[in-house]
């Protein structure tokens, strides 16, 4: 892989979860061949966070189509499907920003912005076969490849909430300077895929272009206002979508041959796609987590843009990237002295920063990448105090304390949007409480409702998932991540799911209880399952303070020592918004092999019998675990909102699983149903009792460490709530979704065991790139 495409790959855009209209796949795509020819070409498409696919082609030209963004993967065969050796090269393409480059391996990367619309630069790919050393066109196959412009910067807000008749700006910028592209917004079907009468209304989509001669070039920056509905029943969701399209040339001296049948629709990709999740409530609450971004004046509130004024990475002496998170809260020692209260990964850019270091609002991500000492539009309101180092065992988070500077950030503590509506529908800053917790927060409880307000997503609201979670992290030495620098582990962290609740750029943001905003812990890590929820991680609140006092207390940081506690008032409901979560498509029933097959017949007849002797009315049947994906399960359905009583685990070793049926459907005596019965929601409200968590916790306890030895796919290991049956825990795994998992248990010591397959857990700090084309700002002196 080329050294350059790596951040390319990183910061481009997962596919969307909705309808997408493709424009032609590629598989064994036919290139332009030379008479006799013995070669044969094929293309796939690397998008980050997806499987390669079979690259898109324009069906007029046949060109293979890629963005800025991503990348191709080239292989050239013989007829009978031989694979070839060839030697590649690429020409033609961008007058300024070139054609890109191509590896030994046949690994294709786009340049990383384009000045023209993609029929007026395309690329032409040469195979030309490496042992003959021939010039003969028999040897050779060429292929052109139509490059459209990705997006620099996804529209933003990626996510908002809006009452009635509310309107707001959404905003994204493309790789491209000059030419004719450009954002084309619609509106969509949200996570639950139900069109609704009224989505609101679009209007004023508007591109600014830059000129790529003139002295400072900008990439083209788009937006569109939108407009809720007049009226708003009940909460519901849409998204605002953004694809980028590149309108057909309307001159075609540039064009090769090749490319002769004219373009007459616009090029758009699946993966050059961004859009906005809109919540749209009847509570009257209008709540924008662009606000969060945006210089704020002094003294700033917490729950704002923050990093370190040198999170950047630079090239030639030219600034390429750069970083930000959150100002999560404000801290107070013995003495009276107050801290900012981040992540290690944003104020001290994981371990290389040295205390002194300035800490800055808004981060250098909403600053056009801008250092204050280089350029206007942010300010130094704190210095790098003490940090706990995250490349050490003896420690348990990932944190960091910057000292205030004097009038710089609200003393009171106050967080943006935690307090009540204001007559606007906005939300007030409002400081964390600590009435009842004593400054030291409270511990998190399975199905606890909490809240966070962060630089990315804002104020949300989102059930905690798991507790007692070991998870490994990974850390890099660059702002963009290519360079990887060690592998921590945390124990007994807290996780959170739900769609929207987090993204990169929310770290360092402080969770709170959201029944009393009492601290419960620090936001730091996150990563996102096939349906699209992110799986948020936070370092306990007691584990923060006892961390960073240790750290104060060494002699090297000369600050004061003494107890730390959260700076607050009193404890106060938070206004919770909600997201709403995907649910999963009915899983079929799973082919079993013969053995698997006895088994699954022996429980059903083992849980007939258990129904038949204890009376009870329901329904059994064979059904797809929740718990266990791919697996059996034993589907007792009942007519009641809980399950049966001393309802068993397992019966012979599959599995049993709850699901409701209608009360007004008739149950006679149990039976049992070759059909599939109802699942349950992913998310249940009901909780498991309290001792049966205490014993599910000391199972995880003991057996954690072999589960990280025996099978590399696992990256978590902790305790929620069972899938199946929500009154049981369950031991709860994270499992790469990008890996072969292997024999994973259905059970530990008697407990259930819940397999969650998703993308490794990765630090959430935003990650940017200038918006012009020639940054090359002064880099100032720290």
Partial sequence: MAPNSLPRLVASMAALAIALLLA?????????????SALTLESRSLVAGAAAQPAMTDKTTGAVLVDTNGAIQWSAAFPDGTPALVRWSVTGGDPHAGPGSITAAGLY??????????AEIPVILHARLAQTGSNSEADAATAHILILPGFLRPIAPENLSLAANATATLTGSIAQVGGSAAIRFSLAAGPSGAAIADPGTLSNQQCTRGAIDSPNPAYTVCSVTYTAPASVPAPTAVYIVGSVASNPPTLTPALTPALTPALTQPLTLPAARSSTLLLLNNSGIDSNPIAHQQRLALPVPLGSSSGSNSDYDTHHGQLTDCCGGTLGALLEDASGNQYALGNNHVLARSDQSLPGESVIQPALIDNACTPVGSGP??????????????????????AALARVSPGAVDPRGAILELGSKLPDGSLDAAAPGVSSGKGQGEAATLGMMVAKSGRTTGLTCDPVSAVSLDVLVDYYQDCAETIHAFRKKFTNQIAISGVSFSDAGDSGALV??????????LFFAGGTDSLGVEHAIANPASDVLADLEAQ????????SPGPLAFVGGADHPVACLRYPTPQPPASPLPTLNPTRQLQADKALALAQQWANASGTAVRLSLASSLDHPGSPAI??????????????????GIPTQVAQVSKSATLPDSQLSPQPSPQPSPQPAQQPAAAALARA????????AELFLANPAIFGVGVGQSHDNPADPAILLLVDQNQPLGALPEFLDHQRVRILPMDRLHVTRAHASPLRTNTACHIPTQ
């Fill in 24 to 36: 032609g796949c590629g598989g064994n795509f036919n290139p332009t061949l030379a008479a006799g």
């Fill in 109 to 118: 990367t786009p340049p990383s912005y384009t000045t023209l619309d993609p």
């Fill in 377 to 398: 539009g942010a300010t130094a309101v704190a210095t790098l105090a003490a940090y706990p180092p995250l490349n050490s065992a003896a420690t348990n988070v990932d």
């Fill in 512 to 521: 709170v209880d959201a029944a009393n905003a009492e601290p419960v812990g």
């Fill in 552 to 559: 104060l207390a060494q002699p090297a940081t000369n600050q």
């Fill in 635 to 652: 589907a007792i359905a009942t007519d009641g909102s809980n399950p049966p009583p001393n309802l068993p685990r397992e019966f012979a």
């Fill in 697 to 704: 916790i000391l199972v995880k306890q003991s057996r954690a």
